[in-house]
């Protein structure tokens, strides 16, 4: 397990607001006290209906924010100081409210007003119905806030209160940690770069000199599609390449050479004429560990080869590519951001910190359950040799549940790792998950850990059948069809 040491010595503020989940925030500020944070607690009115003051102040070990109308309070404290003395701000759980008050600017309460006072990274973990997850308005909301550059960890599809089940679980309590210490310890949320500063002041300066009269909007605006948010792809419709695009891919491509990390196929090319300049790919590889105690866990026989195959060849291409890795034994692609986990939750933390993407290839091979319960020590083997009993419950499904996120990239491609019936079994795993293709491969025999693999790329329309080829060369068939795609 991860020792979280990047959140030794920080400084969270931890807004609870009104959700039956909001006993979680309890676990979610004991983890973070014991990973060596700092927590300062903040009760919206609706939060302190489902947590006590008395309790949340008694696991952060500090003294509670709640009114902003306290003369006490603002006289101690204020809203102005709360803002300016933390290094992050969560809010955990985000109610449909919240979120709505949020992205409408409202300040009529300490957590408002600290929201817009604070001008550093927040992270929020929703929790609502699933209907109300659902609904337009608030995907509406989550899109205003994610352009404005607020992190989301969540929500789960699960059982929920009153017999429901859906998408609209807060994330457990570790899921959450680990997106928090993403948060902290990403470079690209700190402060902005200025090359990128000046990238952009050159794009919007070429738009007014065209005169096009559009407005200048680096983030492109999500697009409703069923009840989940996707992004859209715009085009001109003169179909001229946009500068913005241009200065950005500009800025990315030189930043890679000056850092010297650009793989062989970028050095020296005009960094313009690469196909994924620009874009964004997230890309998934390797295993997952699920800890039975300090010393077992629960595996499989993914090396990663193929999803860091895949990264490499999309980095070639010209993209910047974010490798959410498991435990494996190879070096980091060149030119490629590389976060590694351990756990399925934490899998889907860093996956969900580094959105927005403009696709996103799921490649690792996740385990499907963890223990209930892990052991603080390592299990003894009893005197009768008998198995210890195991209960196992479901891990998170990363691709279904970035298949509906309202951050959700344009292309969004899974693996099936079959033993039989292969491509049936990946058509279905296509329409269960919401993703748009499956990359489907027979692994009954020596593909896991192997150098080849055959592969079918099944969408919702067709079926290839790839021959069997090195997993360099499934990867860079993979990524020409990926940017292919991109710039249909």
Known sequence: MSAHQGLKGKRVLLVV?????AYKALELARLLGKAGATVMGLLTAGGARFVTPHALQAITGRKLAEDLWSLREEAERGHIRLARETDLVVVAPASADRLARM????????????LLAWNGPVLVAPAMNPTMWAHPATGANVATLMARGVHFVGPEDGPMAEAESGTGRLSEPPAILAAIEAALTDPEHGAPDAALEDALDAAIAAQAE??????FAPHRAPRKGGSSFTEGAPHNADHRADPTEAALSTFSASKAVEADVAPHSLRGTAPGLLPLSGKHVLVTSGPTHEPLDPVRYIANRSSGKQGHAIAAALAALGARVTLVSGPVTLAD?????VRPVETAREMLA??????PADAAVFAAAV?????AEVAGQKMKKPADDAAPPMALVPNPDILA?????????GLVIGFAAETERVVEHARAKLARKGCDWIVANDVSGDVMGGAENSVHLVTSYSVEDWPRLPKAEVAARLADRIAETLHA
């Open 17 to 21: 607001s009104g959700s039956i989940a």
């Open 350 to 355: 860093a996956c969900e910190a580094a959105l």
């Open 401 to 409: 549940t970035l298949s509906r996120h309202p951050m959700r990239p």
């Open 210 to 215: 065209e005169g096009e009269g559009r407005p």
């Open 103 to 114: 992205a409408a600017g409202m300040a009529d309460d300490l957590a408002g007003a600290v």
């Open 367 to 371: 385990a499907d359950w963890r223990p």
């Open 333 to 337: 692609p060149a030119g490629v951001a």
